[in-house]
């Protein structure tokens, strides 16, 4: 199971930081992805880490503002989103899957983030 939490609602401009907590397994034996889904628009994905070899890869659209990172101690991934805007509101997923690839093998549930203008 993944377990995603830490949306809110943040202004403009502000920072939040999203946690996956995974129970069962671990990122030696999955990658995770972080996605997004805001109304009316199809789902995105934003980032992905591979705790394994460090490998890590984010889309375009925040690229430069979100950090992805693990803590395999607290068997949890990270997403840190800095200089957040209107754009970014949406509710957030995280994925496991084999080495960031489109298939995705367990979802968790969504975590609302919301950016007020």
């Known amino acids: 199971q993944l377990q995603a939490s830490g949306g809110g609602l943040v202004q403009s401009g502000g920072s939040l930081r999203l946690s996956c907590v995974l129970t069962?397994?671990?990122?030696?034996?999955?990658?995770i992805a972080w996605f997004r889904q805001a109304p009316g628009k199809e789902r995105e994905k934003i980032s992905c880490i591979n705790e394994i070899d460090g490998y890590t890869t984010y889309s375009d659209s925040v690229k430069g503002r979100f950090t992805i990172s693990g803590d395999k101690s607290k068997k949890a991934v990270y997403l840190q989103m800095n200089d957040l805007n209107h754009g970014d509101t949406a509710i957030y997923y995280c994925?496991?899957?084999?080495?960031?690839?489109?298939?995705?093998?367990?979802w968790g549930q969504g975590t609302q983030v919301t950016v007020s203008s």
């Open positions: 994925a496991a899957n084999n080495y960031c690839s489109d298939r995705q093998e367990w």
């Open positions: 069962g397994f671990t990122t030696d034996d999955y990658s």
